[in-house]
């Protein structure tokens, strides 16, 4: 049912090149993926290392919907996607996903995990986050309404979230801040000069985090900043320095005089405690001074420091690559140079001047070549590094994505039209969502050194809560539905395409067949065992 | 840059070949398992214990109070009502609330002077679980992960880390932090049993076994020139599943003799550390077994009579059974908890919070018995010899074990250290 390697490779190729002039708001954004690709593939001859060759149908579906939907494909949305005989396909595969409800949650999701970390699980937070992705709310938008909730969404709680978390905890919003909107971690520089880094001195620290001083949590939920209030701080040496507001660029800002006398001041710091600790206290006055207004404002001054565009960049190309142009994120400094420096100066050009456009940025990452690699090696020499992006990267699944994805993989596909049916989807959508939250909240998030542990294989292996939601033999789960086909050989196409998103291999054919075969009288259970081997594959549990 | 990768699988910079090669490997070694119970054969038994030191942790949640235990100050304002008690170690005393640890100090050395500054719970607890201060952006692991990821033999078939609560206060789960998944603690609290480790009784023994060899032939084939330590790991924590459910047993106080199980006594506490010791002998690297609730605000002097006569008994069984069965030189008995209570007794007879002059215990491996380390002054105000913080305790708790403190994990491009920056071991309190 597939064609020949060589026709798919020649058939992704043309549709790119047919596709180059169609689309009016395309134009720029294609040009730019293949600019990235000559920058990649540049560096890669240049180093004298070959790139794997392009995944195929199935696997580019499973990887793009993952990405762009947070889940894998519906047996429909993908024997659909593999039939269709357009040859630009694969771009619209890509928009149609963009335009899906799917997208909006899922990027809901990731942004999420990024800010909030599970600090908490906050569902207001997550309805406004949705808001934001559904109306594809602009990244500088998000950012001052996540930093400065008071001033751009008075009495809105929903964004103060990120700081309302962290507002007792100078440190950890001043390196939070700076590590998750400027991909700069800073924590070591808050004793001494960072030892690595001269970028980095503990001045440097302080006045970032001068910028959070005054930042205070009300009792109701929201945050505010209080009039004065200076940080001071004890170098190495032992001096006493009072910080600075200066942004990580070396920009500073001076706080203008004020004339508010001794009694004004004390009414006002009196709202303010009662808005710390009443949950009726009017809103706190604010200040005419914000620092952290003077923050936002600095970040998003253009410039050649600009670690507001850059960090994005990075991090959207990370998620979407499996690692990231500067490498550890949070490591953005001089002696930590991009491995392709050029790619992500004008990845992050391109995000600013186009309105910090998260949907553009994601679509001109996943039409590039170097999106769609195979991850696998097969060539005899030693894997090329990651960061000459010469293969894909294994990705492990995000909690919600393995969460979806294995309501996704379990249900009756005849149930699942997928994005065929979008006005039925949307409210199927909704309700895995709410079903994913408690397993999304018990497995781990990925990260540098992301490993599964015991606990999730015992999980999968011996929990009720598991047997039940996936492995059910009713009707309307996947179990049932192979329970009704007669044909051995359907039943394991059926199995194999609904979880892992592609055909069985002969020899898994052949090895499924004989485990059904040997249970004849027990038809039910080894369709659950079949089901539950490839649910607690590697293949289920990792993007590929 | 290059990235350590922790998951004990194998080989950690799986190779294709590499890794399928060691897979087989611990697949037999796997399906040998299920038949295995690890204390039904001695010998195995003895080789784990000669290769593996292990650490049982009793944690005192809520916060002991030195003065009702290992540096007790009668006849002081600040000293409280009882006694002090001479033990076998001459010139050692210690509260009369403990009379059966005062025979049994020739195993352990008292420290006598924490000073850890942090004296409420949250703060405290992550203290004394890191051995370090927070910082911001870095989930540093807890030393039971640490333990485990030094002494935790990559193909184990049993638990890294197991931890085990009091039912009903000082929960808290331990955490591996950014090390691997694979060392988060395995966890118990209502049940004395460990989630999931049981088969459900709806998939028989035989469909349990062939189901993960039809999941391994899909792994397989999915690994085959796939260069992913994240893969290999993943495989790995798969392959441990049927030796951890073979484990199940080690959880059954009910194996122990009637002898035993009095000798620890009828406590929850008592039970747990039965199956501490029932684990570290079969070889698992940490075990904490958490007893609540110690913050005695209110009525102290009430709550560690009760209390400490848990622990004295409890404590000196766990001590007599290790020994008796040659493993106490290769198990740390550590008696810890987030900080000590003031000097000054409150209006209910309480004693609060405090972290500047407190005390703790070490017995067993690696340690010098009957050690007395450190002085706090008369009203057990202050630190007056031999101060520590909690980065030195950790220090000293890795020398116990023959783990190079110095030694660094790389977080990113960073290293740290696992017993915090300026941490140094006590010798006088190390064999």
Do not use: V
């Given at each position: 049912m597939q064609r020949p390697t060589v026709f798919r490779i020649i058939g992704s190729l043309v549709a790119f090149l047919l596709a180059l002039p169609a689309l009016g708001r395309g134009d720029s954004q294609e040009n730019l993926s293949s600019a990235i690709d000559r920058l990649i593939e540049a560096r890669q001859q240049a180093e004298a290392v070959s790139h794997t060759g392009p995944i195929d149908d199935y696997a580019f579906a499973r990887r793009v919907t993952l990405d762009l939907a947070g889940r894998i494909p519906t047996l429909q949305e993908l024997t659909g996607f593999v039939a269709d005989t357009s040859v630009d396909k694969r771009r619209q595969l890509v928009d149609r996903l963009l335009a899906s409800p799917d997208f909006a949650y899922h990027l809901r999701d990731s942004l999420d995990i990024l800010l909030l970390a599970r600090k908490k699980t906050d569902e207001p937070w997550r309805k406004y986050l949705l808001e934001a992705a559904r109306e594809n709310r602009s990244w500088d938008r998000i950012f001052r309404e996540v930093m400065l909730p008071e001033r751009e969404l008075p009495g809105d709680k929903r964004p103060a979230a990120f700081l309302h978390a962290r507002a007792r905890d100078l440190d950890a919003m001043t390196n939070d801040a700076s590590v998750l909107w400027f991909g700069v971690n800073i924590a070591c520089a808050k004793c001494h000069d960072h030892p690595l880094v001269p970028d980095w001195e503990q001045s440097h620290y302080f006045a970032l985090a001068s910028f959070f001083q005054r930042t205070f949590p009300t009792r109701t939920g929201l945050v505010s900043e209080k009039f004065d209030g200076k940080l001071k701080f004890t170098t190495t040496e032992g001096e006493e320095h009072q910080a600075e507001f200066m942004f990580l660029s070396g920009t500073s800002v001076s706080e203008p005089e004020t004339a508010l006398d001794k009694d004004v001041l004390k009414e006002i710091g009196q709202k303010i405690r009662d808005a710390e600790r009443k949950e009726d206290a009017p809103p706190p006055p604010q200040p005419e001074f914000s620092p952290r207004a003077e923050l936002v404002r600095l970040a998003l001054e253009p410039g050649e420091h600009d670690f507001f565009s850059h960090n994005m960049a990075n991090r959207v190309w990370a998620r979407l690559i499996g690692h990231g142009l500067v490498h550890p994120l949070d490591q953005m400094h001089s002696e930590n140079p991009p491995s392709h420096p050029e790619l992500l100066e004008t990845l992050a050009q391109d995000f600013a001047q186009n309105g910090y456009d998260l949907k553009r940025l994601i679509r001109t990452i996943v039409l590039t070549r170097t999106y769609f690699r195979s991850s696998r090696w097969t060539d005899a020499s030693e894997p090329a590094d990651p960061e000459l992006f010469a293969r894909g990267m294994v990705r492990p699944l995000y909690p919600r994505q393995l969460a979806m994805s294995l309501r996704v993989a379990t249900r009756n596909p005849n149930g699942m039209p997928g994005l065929s049916a979008p006005d039925q989807w949307m409210s199927a959508r909704e309700k895995f969502e709410q079903d994913s939250t408690a397993l999304a909240a018990r497995l781990p998030i990925p990260s540098g050194l992301f490993q599964v542990g015991t606990e999730e294989a015992l999980f999968f292996s011996n929990s009720q809560e598991f047997h039940e939601d996936f492995l059910d033999s009713g009707n309307e789960h996947l179990v049932g539905h192979l329970a009704e086909l007669a044909d051995p050989e359907q039943i394991v196409e059926t199995a194999f395409l609904t979880v892992l998103s592609r055909p069985p291999s002969d020899t898994e054919k052949g090895a499924v067949a004989l485990h059904l075969a040997q249970r004849a009288d027990q038809r039910e259970d080894a369709l659950r065992q079949l089901v539950w081997a490839l649910l607690a594959s590697p293949e289920f549990r990792f993007n590929h | 840059m290059k990235q350590t990768h922790f998951c004990g699988s194998p080989d950690h910079r799986i190779s294709r070949r590499g890794f399928l090669g060691a897979a087989t490997g611990a697949t037999a070694l796997a399906a040998d398992m299920t038949v295995l119970d690890v204390l039904s054969r001695p010998a195995l038994a003895e080789d784990l214990k000669r290769q593996q030191k292990s650490v049982i942790l009793l944690w005192l949640a809520g916060g002991a109070s030195q003065f009702e235990t290992w540096d007790p100050k009668p006849g002081w304002p600040t000293g409280g009502p009882f006694a002090k008690i001479p033990t076998n170690v001459p010139g050692t005393h210690i509260s009369e609330l403990l009379p059966e640890m005062s025979r049994r100090l020739h195993y352990t050395a008292i420290i006598r002077s924490l000073n850890t500054k942090i004296a409420d719970h949250g703060g405290g607890y992550r203290l004394m679980d890191t051995g370090r201060r927070d910082e911001p952006g870095v989930e540093f692991p807890h030393l039971g992960a640490i333990i485990a990821q030094e002494l935790?033999?990559?193909?184990?078939?049993?638990?890294d880390y197991v931890e085990m609560y009091t039912s009903t206060e000082g929960r808290r789960k331990g955490s591996a932090g950014f090390l691997s998944g694979r060392f988060n603690p395995m966890f118990l609290t209502e049940s004395m049993i460990p989630e999931n480790i049981r088969r459900l009784e709806s998939i028989s023994q035989i469909d349990h076994h062939d189901r993960a060899a039809l999941r391994r032939l899909l792994a397989n084939r999915f690994s085959r020139d796939l260069p992913s330590s994240a893969v290999g790991c993943h495989n790995a924590a798969y392959q441990r599943v049927r030796g951890l459910m073979a484990s199940a047993s080690l959880f059954d106080v009910e194996r122990e003799p009637a002898a035993m199980r009095q000798h620890y006594g009828p406590t929850q506490f008592g039970e747990q550390c039965m199956i501490a010791r029932r684990l570290v002998e079969a070889g698992v690297p940490f075990v904490k077994v958490a007893r609540a609730w110690w913050d005695s605000h209110g009525q102290n002097f009430e709550t560690h009579r009760e209390l400490c006569a848990d622990l004295d008994q409890v404590m000196s069984a766990l001590l007599d059974d290790l020994e008796q069965r040659g493993m106490l030189e290769n198990t740390l008995v550590i008696s810890l908890a987030e900080f000590g209570r003031t000097p000054k007794i409150n209006g209910s007879l309480g004693r609060d919070h405090f972290a500047s002059a407190w005390s703790c215990t070490l017995s067993g491996c690696g340690i010098q018995g009957g050690a007395l380390y450190g002085k706090t002054d008369e009203d057990g105000m202050t630190v007056v010899d031999g101060e520590m913080g909690a980065g030195d305790l950790f220090a000293t708790i890795f020398t116990a074990l023959d783990i190079d403190y110095e030694k660094e994990y790389m977080l990113g491009s960073r290293p740290i250290p696992i017993a915090d920056f300026g941490a140094a071991p006590r010798e006088a309190i190390l064999a």
């Open positions: - | 935790a033999q990559p193909d184990s078939r049993i638990p």
